[in-house]
């Protein structure tokens, strides 16, 4: 996964680029295996649809889409400014189900 900034992700929702944003905090533990998962998911996703952001980096962006809590998965499926958030972090094959429904269509 690759480390997004606020105005690179809101200037790709703009353009209407599908992707996925994992926001984590460093020292979660939760947030550690969450990783491990997207980490294993991000092989059969094609490139450029997972990225990072630390949500310590990001607090408009945490008003702004009311995100509650860490780990999560922002989708974004490139037609609406909305995106889905992804709190359960269950498994592989869960997060990938979910983002494959957004951002492949």
């Known amino acids: 996964m690759k480390p997004i900034t606020s ?8 353009e209407g680029v599908p992707q996925a944003v994992f926001i984590y905090t460093p020292l979660c533990g939760t947030c550690a ?6 980490e294993i998911a991000e092989h059969l996703l094609p490139a450029d ?14 008003q702004q889409f009311q995100i ?19 709190y359960r972090m269950s498994s592989v094959e869960h997060l990938l189900n979910e983002i494959r429904k957004a951002v492949l269509k």
Request: hydrophobic share 55%; glycine share 2%; no cysteine.
């Open 7 to 14: 105005k690179m992700l809101m200037r790709s929702v703009w």
């Open 68 to 86: 509650s809590s860490v780990p999560a998965v922002m989708i974004f499926d490139g037609e609406q400014d909305v995106p889905k958030m992804v």
């Open 49 to 62: 649809i997972l990225f990072e952001m630390n949500i310590h980096d990001i607090p408009e962006l945490v």
């Open 33 to 38: 295996a969450a990783r491990r998962m997207l």
